[in-house]
């Protein structure tokens, strides 16, 4: 799935000490996280501030599009990961000139948003044959050659048996394109809302899939994991909590999963829980750490117990002032036409998403 949410607004850093994440404080914290941030950039500029900041485990993180978040950047220690949504985004004739423009730090690339799902939850809704073709001819190419190459995901299905069934047709089908090389990747992204024991039993089977799969053996190694998705939905705090603290030490210690992100970085009360609850929310309704959102940026995200070095109790909020909730403070033409380029992305990522 994917949270609804307001449009998509891209305003510059009016503080920027503030919106600086020291290059130096973050690589400690970082350098050993696999946690990551579900990410829309959204109008709790204070909230996102918090989660990215250097003292956070957060090491990487995306935001459902092509489109980075403007208050981090190169220097930050948190890697950016494009998705490109559905196949007609990859059609366009910018699709290549965008991923050229983002980070250097961003290396990976995630592939076709929950294709095995209609697009009213945010899937993409593509039939597995035609997003062989477009994975083939659009995708797969950047993993090598000219100009700059990118680590791919296969498509990120739906935690369910309709979504492996999807993979199966697409795997079929690259084959069935290309009899020497499938349809190439170099990891795997993956979703899951539910228990503990169900996202472990799902992760055993893709791993299955893909070990079994000659799409990833062509090239003789292991494919890597990223959880993009994940999440206890439709339950109360205490189970909400009990899960997420059973599965970050779990995907800590699998050296097969390389990134993990928790589904969402959202206040309580937001219109991204809708289907999820609002259990399921890394900050209450004022902007401060729920008891969720302190355990995910307080343990470590490396597979130590205790600290990531920074204080981050229930309660705590982002930097004060700075919260973009309004966006008339930053009325400059710079500022009017970065927006109005975020707006068009949007409008061309999320007129197809939706
Ligand atoms: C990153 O952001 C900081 C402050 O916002 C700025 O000083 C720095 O130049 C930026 N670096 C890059 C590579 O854009
Ligand atoms: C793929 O990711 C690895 C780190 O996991 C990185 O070293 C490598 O440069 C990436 N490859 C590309 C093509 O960016
Ligand atoms: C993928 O397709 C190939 C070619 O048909 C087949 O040999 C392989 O078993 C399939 N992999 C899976 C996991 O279904
Ligand atoms: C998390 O699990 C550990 C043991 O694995 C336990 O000591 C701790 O109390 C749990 N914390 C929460 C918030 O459930």
């Known amino acids: 799935m994917r949270p609804l949410h307001y449009p998509q607004t891209y305003m510059v850093c009016l503080f920027p000490l503030l919106c600086n994440l020291s290059p130096f404080v973050a690589a400690d914290n970082k350098a050993q996280s696999k946690r990551g941030l579900a990410y829309q950039n959204d109008?709790?500029?204070?909230?996102?501030?918090?989660?990215?900041?250097?003292?956070?485990?957060?090491?990487?993180?995306?935001?459902?599009?092509?489109?980075?978040?403007?208050?981090?950047?190169?220097?930050?220690?948190?890697?950016?990961?494009?998705?490109?949504?559905?196949?007609?985004?990859?059609?366009?004739?910018?699709?290549?000139?965008?991923?050229?423009?983002?980070?250097?730090?961003?290396?990976?690339?995630?592939?076709?948003?929950?294709?095995?799902?209609?697009?009213?939850?945010?899937?993409?809704?593509?039939?597995?044959?035609?997003?062989?073709?477009?994975?083939?001819?659009?995708?797969?190419p950047l993993r090598s050659g000219d100009g700059r190459t990118w680590n791919i995901s296969h498509p990120s299905v739906t935690g369910s048996p309709r979504g492996l069934d999807w993979l199966r047709r697409f795997?079929?089908?690259?084959?069935?394109?290309?009899?020497?090389?499938?349809?190439?990747?170099?990891?795997?992204?993956v979703h899951w809302y539910g228990e503990y024991q169900g996202l472990a039993g799902w992760l055993d089977t893709l791993h299955d899939f893909y070990k079994d799969s000659p799409s990833s053996s062509s090239e003789k190694q292991e494919l890597k994991f990223w959880i993009t998705e994940?999440?206890?939905?439709q339950q109360d705090d205490e189970a909400t909590l009990r899960m997420m603290n059973e599965t970050l030490p779990y995907l800590d210690g699998l050296d097969y999963v390389d990134g993990y992100?928790?589904?969402?970085?959202?206040?309580?009360?937001?219109?991204?829980?809708?289907?999820?609850?609002?259990?399921?929310?890394?900050?209450?309704?004022?902007?401060?750490?729920?008891?969720?959102?302190?355990?995910?940026?307080?343990?470590?995200?490396?597979?130590?117990?205790?600290?990531?070095?920074?204080?981050?109790?229930?309660?705590?909020?982002?930097?004060?002032g700075n919260d973009g909730d309004e966006e008339g403070a930053a009325a400059s033409l710079g500022v009017v036409s970065r927006w109005a380029v975020g707006v068009a992305g949007v409008l061309a990522v999320g007129l197809v998403a939706w």
Request: some cysteine; aromatic content about 10%; charged content about 30%.
């Open 43 to 140: 109008a709790h500029k204070a909230d996102n501030k918090l989660l990215l900041s250097a003292e956070s485990p957060v090491a990487w993180y995306y935001t459902w599009s092509l489109w980075p978040a403007p208050e981090v950047n190169d220097t930050s220690g948190v890697e950016f990961l494009p998705l490109v949504h559905s196949t007609d985004d990859v059609a366009k004739d910018d699709f290549r000139k965008q991923l050229d423009g983002l980070p250097r730090s961003s290396t990976h690339l995630l592939a076709f948003n929950e294709p095995d799902g209609d697009t009213g939850s945010g899937g993409s809704a593509i039939e597995p044959e035609d997003a062989a073709k477009s994975y083939i001819e659009r995708i797969a």
């Open 171 to 189: 795997n079929e089908s690259c084959w069935d394109l290309d009899r020497e090389k499938g349809c190439p990747a170099d990891f795997v992204a």
């Open 230 to 233: 994940m999440a206890l939905p």
């Open 261 to 320: 992100a928790w589904f969402g970085a959202f206040r309580r009360g937001e219109k991204a829980n809708e289907w999820t609850g609002d259990a399921v929310s890394l900050f209450d309704d004022e902007g401060g750490l729920t008891e969720l959102g302190s355990l995910y940026l307080s343990s470590g995200g490396d597979g130590k117990d205790g600290d990531s070095g920074g204080d981050f109790e229930p309660g705590k909020k982002g930097p004060p």
